[in-house]
């Protein structure tokens, strides 16, 4: 199956700093999403991204998809930003896109005030 | 809207008991999706579904059963559970290919 690497697994800031998470993958895919889950465990869905740039406040993402990354970017980061941030993705079978995702590891992200 | 609900919210069970896990969603979305994560990890897809009565096996389906009777349902069945399966459960709906989850439920299996 499709492989999905997330980098880092761990980051640490200080409230107004800013980041950049990648996700790596093995195969072409036709379909990409980032996730966030908060500390009481709700996955909230940021962007579906499977190619191209998208940007929604403080939050944007790119995907390179001839290249098999794509990158989410937090600017001045909030405590409330903590939590974990998933990247996953759905292997292009060459038919109909059915939403079977396949996930990274995470990216655990703590904010500090 | 509620949007994606699951119930319970947390079960205990012994080995080889059985229960089902609720999944219901408002929004009309045709597709519906079960996934367990384990501590650490990323979700893994158990299975799913395209429209009401139709189900597929996802990546980690054994020892689970589900069924879609209702466009706006998503059963999913352990009919005698095992340690291994303790994890937590998301379920998802999707529109346009964008997944919305459920809060979760919390299974422990003694």
């Known amino acids: 199956g499709i492989q999905v690497e997330q980098s880092p697994p761990d980051l640490i800031l200080q409230e107004g700093a800013n980041s950049t998470l990648r996700c790596n993958f093995s195969?072409?895919?036709?379909?990409l999403q980032w996730f966030h889950q908060n500390p009481w465990g709700q996955l909230i869905n940021l962007f579906y991204?499977?190619?191209g740039t998208k940007q929604n406040g403080r939050l944007s993402a790119t995907t390179v998809a001839t290249e098999r990354y794509s990158l989410l970017y937090i600017s001045s980061s909030q405590t409330t930003d903590s939590g974990v941030y998933f990247c996953?993705?759905?292997?292009?079978?060459?038919?109909?896109?059915?939403?079977?995702?396949?996930f990274g590891q995470g990216t655990i992200l703590t904010v500090h005030p | 809207n509620a949007g994606v609900t699951q119930t319970p919210k947390f079960r205990v069970l012994k080995t080889g008991q059985s229960m089902t896990l609720l999944c219901a969603q408002d929004?009309?979305?045709?597709?519906m999706y079960w996934y367990r994560q384990d501590p650490g990890m990323g979700l893994r897809l158990i299975h799913y579904?395209?429209?009401?009565?139709?189900?597929a096996k996802g990546e980690v389906p054994d020892g689970y059963n589900v069924s879609r009777l209702k466009k706006q349902n998503f059963l999913l069945g352990l009919e005698s559970a095992a340690p291994s399966q303790t994890s937590v459960y998301f379920c998802?709906?999707?529109?346009?290919?964008?997944?919305?989850f459920g809060p979760g439920t919390r299974l422990l299996v003694l």
């Open positions: 998802a709906s999707s529109y346009k290919r964008t997944q919305y």
């Open positions: 195969d072409s895919v036709n379909n």
């Open positions: 991204i499977p190619s």
């Open positions: 996953a993705v759905e292997r292009n079978a060459g038919g109909t896109s059915y939403g079977k995702l396949t």
């Open positions: 929004m009309n979305h045709e597709y």
């Open positions: 579904s395209v429209g009401e009565g139709t189900t």
